[in-house]
């Protein structure tokens, strides 16, 4: 089943009673499925129907009493630009496929080609990014803070090494340390600004990094700085 096939159709109770129509959809954080509706009824005010409410699911949505008091999972990218770990521009989400006994895909419409992906393969909590395969995307998924300041030191000191890898083992920089380099970066908040030599900010204080940040500061020689300004224990 499509997502877009979903979004406008019309909610009935068991009974047929016209309950609204769907607005929008929310995945669950993994992309792995469905998490919930957000819906409209008659009156155009908003609720939000988790997917365990959904009894029937053909010409219209039908549903029974549950609702959630928030929307869970992330929102559905469908609109959204899709980058390839390496920071390549792959195209816009088009639509989320999903149903049962298949892999969930995402479909990528660019210059009018459609590509799916398995969704075991994209991380799309803050950017689309599509890994190549489901270990590299799980690397990639942001760690939990520890409360230990002494782990927080630690993990501090290995992302300074993981930075200076690309340079000893690969001067190009576009090998596997390169690669392994900047799933380490993708989605970490950065600390402290990085500016480009010309003192144009590559990104601000506060903002996550994204393939766009990374491309910016490979090209203005700025990989070494943007690492540490991702650090904990910064001025």
């Known amino acids: ?3 877009s096939s979903i979004i406008g159709k019309q909610i009935l109770s068991p009974l047929g009673e016209m309950l609204g129509y ?3 959809a929310y995945l669950s954080k993994d992309c792995s499925k469905l998490s919930c509706l957000i819906c409209i009824d008659a009156e155009e005010e908003e609720f939000i129907l988790p997917v365990r409410g959904i009894l ?3 010409d219209a949505v039908i549903a029974g009493k549950m609702r ?3 929307p869970t999972g992330i929102p559905s990218p469908v609109g959204s630009a899709v980058y390839s770990h390496r920071g390549e521009l792959l195209g816009t989400v088009s639509d ?3 149903g049962h006994g298949i892999t969930p895909v995402f479909a990528v419409m660019k210059d009018g080609v459609r590509t799916t992906y398995s969704a075991d393969c994209v991380s799309a909590e803050k950017t689309v990014i599509v890994y190549p395969d489901a270990v590299a995307r799980k690397a990639a998924a942001p760690r939990k803070n520890s409360s230990s300041r002494k782990k927080n030191s630690s993990s501090a000191s290995e992302s300074a090494s993981v930075s200076e890898q690309p340079k000893k083992s690969d001067p190009k ?3 596997p340390a390169e690669e392994g380099f900047r799933l ?3 989605g970490k908040q950065v600390k402290k600004s990085v500016f480009d030599g010309q003192g144009f900010p590559i990104v601000r ?4 990094i994204t393939p766009e940040v990374l491309l910016a500061a490979r090209r203005n020689n700025r990989l070494l700085q943007l690492t540490v300004n991702t650090l904990t224990n910064i001025w």
Do not use: I, P, S, T
């Open 22 to 24: 769907v607005k929008g």
């Open 1 to 3: 089943m499509e997502l």
């Open 68 to 70: 959630l008091g928030a």
């Open 184 to 186: 380490n970066l993708l």
């Open 173 to 175: 920089g576009d090998g």
């Open 205 to 208: 204080a506060g903002e996550r």
């Open 56 to 58: 029937a699911l053909n």
């Open 96 to 98: 989320f496929l999903f």
